[in-house]
């Protein structure tokens, strides 16, 4: 059995079918392609602006440093008090909220080692002494630290010179004249459970001394000014009043770079590693002589791009193209029926025209046989008046054609005496404020200077 024609589906609107869930899963897939870009460059943003945070931060400490070195420059000589007076400046600063503290190392020749323990001796500390132990060329004990209180009473005596990693930074910079930092170590203060350390150095020379080279600077050597870092205490500090992750699920991981390799690890947000994915960020920081890689993952990858915008494109773009084809279909059952109603509205329409046309006519050929003219006058505001309609009538009365008048009323008024133009404007403003049927009696000017007698009368109605 065949089945109606309403029921028939086309082949094209399968076509169209296909086509619609083809474009609600492009644009589905587009949809989450950029969800993923969006998470991407959020990432990195957070990723940069972090980097950016420690980069600063280390370059304000250097310039502390550089403060600290310019004291000894400054002065002929800088003791406990001096140096304690500078940090306690200097602490009044945030800056330094996270920062063990600040230090002064003496680079101590083996020839002159008894003379520096007599000195710090003679400065109250009578059982001050080097530690390790040992006779080495030369040592670099901790000579400042402040604050001078808790656990960094600890390091003073220190032999920082004694111990590879710190000398090899502070070799560095004695030899450069610049801010270094060392590998990771563990300072000696540390108490309980230890953190990942580092130590900013920048050398002090001796007043007056030449140190344009290398052999000069280590000649006109003096000590180091230097500043320890607990690491995750200095990152606390840097990212503590900042959502770095702004607002997403990130772990951080801080490690000292060794060519395209991670070094050491110096600092990590979260004690267990978050998954590989594509989702992550690296960045390297060079400062100081240390590259410090910085590695942002998500915690979640999976969720790292939010793919609603793509579900509800599939779910949209799915349900739109439903709807289409079932529109199609109605329009396709439904299209006779339009077409049939279509034709009988155009010809009720030509019919409605027709007497319409016919009633105008008779209106105009009953209005051409009453006596005077038959019209439409509206007075508009701001004073302007027309005759949107008029009758044949029109020409008898002021000489004037319909056509004239339909847009300006102007031939009219020119048409009537002089002497009574005045009253006639004056009763149509009257009637027009107070809504009362117009009558006025008053003379037209015809060609050949003929004088007609007009009265006129005309119901009033507003406009607005």
Not at 190 to 219: C, F, H, K, N, W
Not at 244 to 267: I, N
Request: proline share 6%; with cysteine.
């Amino acid at each position: 059995m065949a089945r109606p024609p309403y029921l028939q589906i086309p082949p094209w609107l399968w076509l169209i079918a296909l086509v619609g869930v083809m474009l609600s899963l492009a644009t589905a897939q587009q949809a989450r392609r950029d969800a993923g870009d969006e998470a991407m460059q959020r990432l990195a943003f957070s990723a940069d602006q972090v980097t950016l945070r420690v980069e600063e931060r280390l370059a304000a400490y250097a310039l502390i440093l550089r403060g600290a070195s310019a004291l000894f420059d400054a002065s002929e000589t800088v003791d406990r008090g001096e140096w304690r007076t500078f940090v306690e400046g200097l602490q009044a600063s945030a800056l330094l909220d996270n920062v063990e503290g600040i230090g002064f190392a003496r680079h101590v020749t083996a020839e002159r080692l008894s003379d520096y323990l007599a000195t710090v001796r003679a400065e109250g500390f009578t059982d001050h002494a080097i530690a390790p132990s040992g006779e080495r060329e030369a040592y670099g004990p901790v000579h400042y630290i402040e604050p001078f209180s808790g656990r960094n009473r600890h390091a003073l005596g220190y032999d920082m010179f004694a111990e590879p990693v710190r000398r090899a930074a502070m070799e560095r910079a004695r030899d450069t004249g610049k801010a270094t930092l060392s590998e990771r170590v563990e300072l000696v203060t540390e108490q309980g459970e230890p953190q990942p350390a580092t130590l900013m150095y920048l050398p002090v020379y001796r007043r007056d001394i030449p140190q344009a080279s290398t052999a000069e600077r280590r000649d006109a050597l003096l000590g180091w000014v230097y500043m320890p870092y607990r690491m995750y205490d200095l990152m606390a500090g840097i990212l503590g009043d900042h959502d770095w992750s702004d607002g997403q699920p990130l772990t951080l991981s801080l490690h000292e770079s060794e060519g395209d390799a991670r070094g050491a690890l110096l600092y990590a947000s979260d004690s267990e590693p978050a998954p590989a994915s594509t989702f992550q960020q690296t960045r390297h920081i060079d400062i100081a002589g240390q590259t410090w890689r910085l590695l942002f993952r998500h915690r979640s990858p999976g969720a790292a791009a939010d793919l609603t915008a793509a579900g509800w494109r599939l779910a949209g773009g799915l349900l739109l193209t439903l709807l289409l084809c079932a529109l199609i279909a109605s329009l396709q059952g439904t299209r006779a029926r339009a077409l049939a109603m279509t034709q009988a509205l155009t010809r009720t329409i030509r019919q409605r025209e027709t007497q319409l046309e016919r009633a105008v006519s008779r209106l105009r050929t009953i209005a051409g046989r009453i006596p005077g003219v038959v019209y439409e006058f509206r007075l508009e505001p701001g004073g302007h008046s027309r005759f949107p309609y008029a009758s044949d009538g029109m020409r008898q009365i002021y000489g004037v054609a319909p056509e004239q008048v339909q847009d300006d009323a102007t031939p009219v008024f020119s048409a009537i005496h002089p002497d009574d133009r005045d009253a006639v404007v004056v009763s149509i403003a009257r009637s027009g404020e107070t809504l009362t049927p117009w009558r006025q009696e008053y003379r037209v000017r015809l060609p050949g200077d003929r004088l007609q007698w007009v009265f006129g009368d005309a119901p009033v109605s507003s406009c607005r």
